[in-house]
Every structure is written in C-alpha cells, then in structure tokens.
C-alpha cells in the first residue's frame, strides 16, 4: 500500500510559481503510475500531469503544457509539480495520486478513475 502526502499549495498572483511536493511511503514500488489531479469548486477532478516510472514519460494535460513540469526524485519518495506562468483557471485543489492502470503509448492515464490512492489535497488559489 502506497501513503501520499501534498505539500507546497499556496496563494499567488497570476504569472507567478509554485512548487508541489507529495511525498511517497509504503509499498513505492507496487506502483508505476503516479499524478497531478485538480478540482476546482462545482467541476469534476481533471488530470494536470502523470509520471510513468517504468519509462520516465510524461503526460500533460493541454491546459498546463509548456506551463507546468512533473518530476520525481530517484528514490521514487517525492513526486513534484513545478507551476509557472499561473492563471486564475489554475485555482483548484491539487491531489497526488499513484496507481498501476493499463498505459498506452507508455503513458500513465489522466483520468481520475484509474487512480486508486490518493492524498489529502493542497490548495492553490491565483489572483488576477
């Protein structure tokens, strides 16, 4: 079993950084999938970033390309999540999630239900 916990949220104006952490526990390599979810009040929860640790590739979703990076440390404890260029539409609760679901084209999925664990959440907000 895999623990998550986020770290890093905060308020910041628009155009400025952030950087989340999640750490990693428990059974780390039971898992090869892990991710950036968001939920914004009244939306579903989207997919931001994925990380595939078996090939090292990346997903992003359309809205945070070239704006937000997904890294992990070697040690597979710490999964980040570099914003830069923040908007006011990136304002939402940000989730870790880690799972092992079907990939294709050696990507991990960024749909919410193929992920099975989850943390606590950290918020971001972005004033205009």
């Known amino acids: 079993q895999v623990q998550l916990v986020e770290s890093g949220g905060g308020s910041v104006q628009a155009g400025g950084s952030l950087r989340l952490s999640c750490g990693v526990s428990g059974s780390v390599y039971s898992v090869y999938c892990t991710g950036w979810f968001r939920q914004a009040p009244g939306k579903e929860r989207e997919g931001v970033a994925t990380?595939?640790?078996?090939?090292?590739?990346?997903w992003y979703a359309d809205s945070v390309k070239d704006r937000f990076i997904i890294s992990r440390d070697n040690a597979k404890t710490t999964l980040y999540l570099q914003m830069y260029n923040l908007k006011p539409e990136d304002t939402a609760m940000y989730y870790c999630?880690?799972?092992?679901?079907?990939?294709?084209?050696?990507?991990?999925?960024?749909?919410?239900?193929?992920?099975?664990?989850w943390g606590q959440g950290t918020q971001v907000t972005v004033s205009s």
């Open positions: 999630a880690a799972s092992s679901p079907p990939v294709r084209n050696w990507l991990c999925p960024g749909t919410s239900s193929d992920y099975d664990t």
């Open positions: 990380f595939y640790d078996r090939r090292d590739t990346t």
